[in-house]
C-alpha cells in the first residue's frame, strides 16, 4: 500500500485511534513506518508525564502501518507480542514521533522494531511478533 492508501484505511478502520487528529501518519513506505503525536491531556499519567499504554498503543499503530506499506494483505494481522522498553519520560505537549520497520517479513509471523522519539531522545525501544492473516495454502484444519 502506498502512504495515501494506509492513512486512508487507517482513518476509515480505526477511527478510535485516528478519527480525532491527534495521531498522524508521517511517511509508510517499503516497511518503515513513521507516525507523530503531541500528546494531549488524555495521553498522560500522574506527574505530567506520557503514559505506558500511550507509548504502546503508538508502537503497535506504527508497526501495522510498517506491515500495510509492504502489503495489502496486512490488513488482517495480528499483535501477538509486544516487548516494550521504556528508556525516559515524554513531557506533555512534547510531540512524539515513533518510528516503526519490519526486520523479517514472514508468511506466519512478522517481527518489527519500534523506537519512540522525543527531538532527538530516544523515549522506548519496542519489539513486535505479528501473525499474518493464513492463506489457503497456509490453513490447518
Known amino acids: ?45 500522574p506527574g505530567g508525564i506520557v503514559s505506558g499504554p500511550t507509548l504502546m498503543m503508538l508502537a503497535d499503530a506504527a508497526a501495522y ?34 518510528v516503526a520497520r519490519v526486520v523479517k517479513p514472514g508468511r506466519r509471523l512478522s517481527v518489527i522494531v519500534a523506537e519512540a522519539f522525543s527531538g532527538e531522545a530516544l523515549l522506548a525501544h519496542c519489539t513486535m511478533t505479528y501473525a499474518m492473516p493464513a492463506t489457503d495454502a497456509t490453513v490447518v484444519s
Open 1 to 45: 500500500m502506498h502512504l495515501a492508501d494506509v492513512k486512508d484505511y487507517l482513518a476509515a478502520d480505526f477511527p478510535q485511534v485516528f478519527g480525532s487528529g491527534s495521531i498522524a501518519v508521517e511517511a509508510a513506505e517499503g516497511g518503515v513506518a513513521t507516525l507523530a503525536l503531541t500528546p494531549g491531556e488524555a495521553h498522560l499519567r
Open 65 to 98: 502501518a510498517a506491515l500495510l506499506s509492504l502489503t495489502g494483505e496486512a490488513k488482517m494481522a495480528v499483535t501477538t507480542n509486544l516487548n516494550i522498553s521504556f528508556l525516559r519520560a515524554g513531557a506533555a505537549g512534547a510531540p512524539i514521533r515513533m
